[in-house]
């Protein structure tokens, strides 16, 4: 698919995963079609994935040109002045509805935005709805009537679904800083702390529905609760990713950014970050210039690097440092000692009494109930069963930041021992990893995927005689080149019937390109999965526009000979050589 609106993920490629999500957002467009979808919320912490999806969104919508037009703005976390806040949003808004009508995804993308701009090409491109209300914004803006301007701007969109007969899905990132940022006076003095609660009414209008988020999740979901109760829904509370999405991104992120890794460390990887893309893209994009993923050793540093002094940690300290300073004249170590108890106890529910307790905290009971709605608040502690029953964050990362950082401050330690905890923990993890998952991985199609995939990118070319010994039913004409990309295929979400080729290695057009589908089980090839793979690539084929082609299947335990028979007939290449799974394969060939 066209990547219309500029996604802040960078290569579309790096996006994987969050199937369920589109899906159920996809979903909840078709209600929108019918006037019947309410407002949503998406909650999760920082860089977990919610803006990817958002612009991802974004672009299927505009891809699609089929009843719903897409709106996307994001809060920044500066102050603004609610004037020019009003003015941006309605600019924003103008050029990304010029540009969907105009299908012109330039004017989306621009920065250069102006009243006199905007009334030009809005009667150049035919987009008469909107004529009129630049004229009328533009008079207010003039009167510099703050309160007025939102009020237009903020229901344009609706108002606009409305007149077109198409309804707007406005998508706004951060929400939360609404409450934050926006100030009533041009120099930044008079906060206007409840502003986001000028959305009491909007939000409820089904001809523009509202996709919000949020990073601060009990900070927004306070601000939701008290001042836009009963308004949004809390549907896509964004968790880590499913096993099998974690373990893609890890391979993908290994082959965009050509840093090798073996099963083991993948798996290692899987288990440590728990499927959070957070932290799995932290690892990747460390500045630790020793990260290394081919050895236990070398991840442990990278792992050390990233939780004692890098990105991993520099994201959590900002919740941490929030929830400090918003004690409020309050004894911020006394607060840093119950975050390391909740720690040290993090696999289960603690009361308020037990805290009191434990701590020997001689405070009141209101005094500790303040404490802890400011860590919850902050995203570093969770509310229980009860009122009064807390948790600590329940993954192996945070606890390793916040003592790496204050621990030696409240009690006698050495961070030395996080390095010993990993190194336990990894022989857990790797027991379990050899004992459940047998000699490649818990997940063996997606390393073998992995693997095939490496070797057609770096090694098939130049040794094309190594490589057409491990194959059967190869043309006579054929031969492994350098090919343009190698990459697992998967089809837009903008059909309705999405589908996913293993491997997909795309060559000039005078020579072979190579569709492939990959199978690491303890099973046979059937010639019932043939048929299905050859409906995919078929599909692929057409939607890419493929000239010359080799279908090819690898399977580690065989084939049925009712599916040789049928890549004999079908012309179709297939394989169960076991060195497609090693990395060493040309010193052994040679050898």
């Not at 004037?83 to 012109?104: A, C, E, K, P, V």
């Not at 969770?382 to 993954?395: E, L, P, R, S, V």
């Not at 692929?540 to 040789?564: H, M, R």
Request: one cysteine or more; charged letters at 25%; glycine letters at 4%.
């Amino acid at each position: 698919m066209k990547i219309y609106f500029e996604e802040k993920i960078g290569d579309p490629k790096l996006f994987t995963g969050r199937q369920a999500e589109l899906n159920s957002l996809l979903a909840w467009v078709q209600m929108t079609k019918k006037r019947l979808a309410r407002s949503e919320a998406m909650l999760s912490r920082r860089k977990t994935g919610k803006t990817a999806i958002m612009h991802r969104l974004y672009n299927i919508l505009f891809h699609q040109n089929d009843g719903v037009i897409p709106f996307y703005y994001e809060i920044k976390e500066t102050p603004q002045w609610m004037f020019d806040f009003s003015i941006d949003f309605f600019l924003t808004f103008t050029y990304q509805y010029i540009g969907y009508r105009s299908r012109n995804e330039r004017y989306i993308n621009t920065f250069m935005k102006s009243f006199d701009n905007a009334l030009e090409i809005a009667k150049k491109e035919g987009c008469h709805a909107i004529v009129e209300p630049i004229k009328f914004v533009h008079n207010q803006f003039k009167e510099k009537n703050a309160i007025a301007i939102w009020d237009t701007v903020r229901e344009l969109p609706r108002e606009i679904g409305w007149l077109d007969g198409e309804p707007v899905i406005q998508m706004i990132d951060e929400f939360q800083y609404l409450n934050r940022y926006i100030y009533r006076d041009e120099m930044c003095t008079n906060h206007y702390p409840d502003f986001a609660g000028t959305y009491f009414h909007t939000a409820e209008y089904k001809t523009a529905p509202l996709l919000i988020s949020g990073s601060w999740v009990g900070w927004l979901m306070r601000d939701l609760s008290t001042m836009l109760p009963s308004r949004f829904r809390y549907d896509f509370v964004l968790d880590n990713m499913p096993e099998n999405e974690a373990i893609e991104t890890i391979f993908k992120y290994s082959d965009l950014l050509e840093l090798p890794i073996t099963n083991e460390i993948a798996q290692l990887m899987l288990e440590l970050t728990q499927g959070n893309p957070c932290y799995i893209s932290s690892l990747f994009f460390t500045s630790y210039i020793h990260k290394d993923f081919t050895t236990e050793d070398g991840f442990l540093k990278t792992v050390e690097f990233e939780v004692l002094r890098g990105g991993i940690k520099a994201r959590w300290m900002e919740y941490l440092s929030y929830a400090f300073t918003e004690i409020n004249g309050y004894d911020s170590d006394l607060s840093k000692k119950i975050v390391l108890y909740l720690c040290k106890n993090k696999d289960r529910e603690v009361t308020r009494d037990e805290i009191k307790k434990a701590l020997q905290l001689d405070i009141s009971d209101n005094d500790l109930e303040k404490r802890m709605r400011v860590l919850i608040l902050s995203d570093i502690a969770k509310q229980g069963a009860t009122n009064f029953d807390f948790q600590g964050i329940g993954d192996h990362l945070f606890d390793k930041v916040f003592r790496g950082e204050y621990q030696k401050e409240i009690e006698r330690f050495d961070p030395k021992e996080i390095t010993n905890e990993y190194k336990a923990l990894f022989k857990n993890w790797k027991e379990k990893f050899h004992v459940i998952c047998g000699k490649y991985g818990s997940l063996k199609g997606r390393f073998a995927e992995y693997m095939v995939s490496n070797h057609l990118k770096y090694r098939a070319c130049d040794n094309n005689a190594v490589f057409f010994s491990m194959m059967n039913n190869l043309p006579d004409n054929f031969e492994f080149v350098h090919y343009q990309s190698v990459w697992k295929y998967t089809a837009s979400p903008v059909l309705k019937n999405s589908f996913e080729i293993d491997v997909f290695a795309e060559a000039l057009p005078d020579q072979y390109s190579l569709i492939g589908e990959i199978k690491n089980r303890l099973s046979p090839f059937s010639v019932k999965e043939a048929a299905v793979f050859v409906s995919k690539a078929n599909q692929l084929i057409q939607l890419e526009n493929v000239g010359k082609y080799l279908l090819f299947v690898y399977s580690i335990e065989g084939f049925t000979q009712d599916s040789l028979q049928f890549f004999k007939e079908n012309k179709i290449a297939w394989c169960d050589d076991e060195r497609w799974l090693d990395n060493v394969i040309d010193q052994k060939a040679e050898a």
